[in-house]
């Protein structure tokens, strides 16, 4: 057993280091895309800065949609977890690559920050009342609505990171068994499919991750 283990054990370091490696270069592309996109803004834009401007137009709408006037500071974290996530959903889909996000630790990792962020900024807008949601609208009520609360809030992280995490797995263990069984022009539609859920869990993460944030500054507290 103990050959087993050391090799059991190597693999997962050696894994670890090929997710890690592969997180970084997914900042690294776009920290050297906004670089790109930013470099020399024309009032007449050229195709490039036209459609960084469409994308980030989207963001902003969505933001403001889903928020209100008061999520635009919170544009830059939704910007970033949004653009992270769908190229990293991305990258799993080119061969000999792996996407960071069916790692379990960077979903995590993910949903830890918007867990956080959630109460800081309930705290920063409520002050104490804040606390009060999770006691239930009457006081007598606070032995069962406490528990049920609590464990409300601390099931969002577990779900935000699981569902990507199982989803872009998923992704990545059929494309695997796709490519290795049919011819090289046959799994185009499952190609098209997988980008088209890579968007939707991108999506999704943001919603949520807004939802969670708009709810903490709901004026019910």
Same mark, same amino acid.
């Given at each position: 057993?103990?050959?087993?283990?050391?090799?059991?054990?190597?693999?997962?370091?050696?894994?670890?280091?090929?997710?890690?490696?592969?997180?970084?270069?997914?900042?690294?592309?776009?920290?050297?895309?906004?670089?790109?996109?930013?470099?020399?803004?024309?009032?007449?834009?050229?195709?490039?800065?036209?459609?960084?401007?469409?994308?980030?137009?989207?963001?902003?709408?969505?933001?403001?949609?889903?928020?209100?006037?008061?999520?635009?500071?919170?544009?830059?974290?939704?910007?970033?977890?949004?653009?992270?996530? *769908?190229?990293?959903? =991305?990258? %799993?889909? &080119?061969? $000999?690559?792996?996407?960071?996000? @069916?790692?379990?630790?960077?979903? !995590?990792?993910?949903?830890?920050?918007?867990?956080?962020?959630?109460?800081?900024?309930?705290?920063?807008?409520?002050?104490?009342?804040?606390?009060?949601?999770?006691?239930?609208?009457?006081?007598?009520?606070?032995?069962?609505?406490?528990?049920?609360?609590?464990?409300?809030?601390?099931?969002?992280?577990?779900? *935000?990171?699981?569902? =990507?995490? %199982?989803? &872009?797995? $998923?992704?990545?263990?059929?494309? @695997?068994?796709?490519?290795?069984? !049919?011819?090289?022009?046959?799994?185009?539609?499952?190609?098209?499919?997988?980008?088209?859920?890579?968007?939707?869990?991108?999506?999704?993460?943001?919603?949520?991750?807004?939802?969670?944030?708009?709810?903490?500054?709901?004026?019910?507290?």
């Amino acid at each position: 057993m103990e050959p087993f283990l050391f090799f059991e054990n190597h693999w997962l370091k050696e894994h670890h280091l090929v997710v890690v490696s592969y997180t970084w270069f997914v900042m690294a592309f776009l920290a050297f895309f906004s670089f790109l996109a930013t470099r020399r803004l024309n009032i007449y834009p050229g195709k490039f800065q036209n459609f960084m401007e469409v994308v980030i137009g989207g963001l902003d709408s969505l933001l403001t949609d889903t928020m209100g006037p008061e999520g635009k500071r919170f544009f830059p974290l939704i910007a970033t977890l949004g653009l992270y996530i *769908l190229t990293s959903n =991305l990258l %799993g889909l &080119i061969p $000999g690559f792996e996407s960071p996000t @069916a790692n379990l630790n960077t979903t !995590v990792s993910m949903a830890i920050v918007v867990f956080v962020m959630t109460h800081v900024v309930g705290i920063k807008v409520h002050g104490f009342k804040y606390v009060k949601q999770f006691m239930g609208p009457v006081w007598w009520l606070t032995p069962l609505m406490l528990p049920i609360e609590l464990i409300s809030h601390l099931s969002r992280p577990l779900s *935000l990171s699981v569902r =990507l995490f %199982g989803n &872009i797995m $998923g992704e990545d263990i059929v494309l @695997a068994v796709v490519l290795l069984l !049919v011819p090289l022009l046959v799994p185009l539609p499952v190609f098209a499919l997988m980008i088209f859920t890579s968007c939707i869990q991108t999506l999704v993460f943001m919603l949520l991750a807004m939802m969670y944030i708009a709810g903490a500054m709901e004026e019910a507290h």
